[in-house]
């Protein structure tokens, strides 16, 4: 064990820091198993549980746990199916663990501190770090695009050229497309950092008032409860969000439109 976990600060960015648990030096890289790392892991742990436990039965009245889990597989097919069309059905098990993955870390952060305290852990939210979002990011982005270029080979440039433009304006609107396009990562990863990012600040923010109020924290705990269920939300549409425009990104690699 390398660095302790520090008690909670009052600063509402202590959430965010990086603690190495236990360091891993491999060569000029610091691999240092880290409260990210384990939340991961818990992550992980978490979906599997939920996928397994729910469908150990297999009853053909399900239960609610089972309920959720055939629930949570039917609204990732159906996403896939609406948006990439039957040539996305391999593609499923990807997109399904990548939504399930960002759904469930950004839930892991909302557990309140009193959950984790026992076991001596502080709250944490990988999707609230750039490089973990821009990770994510990246592995969409090169893979629609390799899967793009396998499948259609050169005719995948054409489309960066919009059609039906005169010939005198490709020099300015390839560049567009072309820069639009490498940004697609960059935006992606931005939008569910930022929300992450944003919401549990807040939430750091109101909760220090209510413990620097006293009795006359009244108020803002009940913005806290508020924010809470918003939170709840947001962690739901920032999964969904990612995993549509994964979708999208891939239907368009697919059909060039």
Known sequence: MADAV??????PLAQFEIHRWIEIPLGGL?????????????AIAAITTFLIGGMRRHAMVPGR?????????????????????????????FIF??????????SLGLLPFGLLGPIGLHGFTVTSHIIVTFALAAVVFLGVTVIGIVKHRLRFFSYFV???????????????????????????????FA????????????GGFVVALGI???????????????????????AYVFAILACLYLSDALHLH
């Open 97 to 106: 663990t990548l939504f399930m993955f960002i759904l469930f870390s950004n």
């Open 65 to 93: 746990w089972q309920s959720m889990a055939e629930l949570s597989y039917e609204f990732v097919a159906n996403m896939v199916r609406d948006n990439v069309g039957s040539e996305g059905r391999r593609y499923f098990p």
């Open 162 to 192: 919009p059609q039906g433009v005169p010939l005198v304006m490709m020099p300015m609107l390839v560049p567009i497309e072309l820069l639009s396009y490498l940004a697609r990562p960059v935006t992606l990863a931005l939008r569910l």
């Open 6 to 11: 520090p008690e909670q600060t009052q600063s």
């Open 30 to 42: 610091d691999a240092s198993f880290t409260n990210s790392s384990l939340f991961m892991l818990i």
């Open 195 to 206: 929300n992450m990012m944003a919401g549990h600040t807040m939430l750091a923010v109101f």
């Open 216 to 238: 006359a924290g009244i108020a803002p705990f009940v913005v806290i409860i508020l924010l809470m269920g918003l939170e709840v939300v947001v962690a739901i549409l920032q």
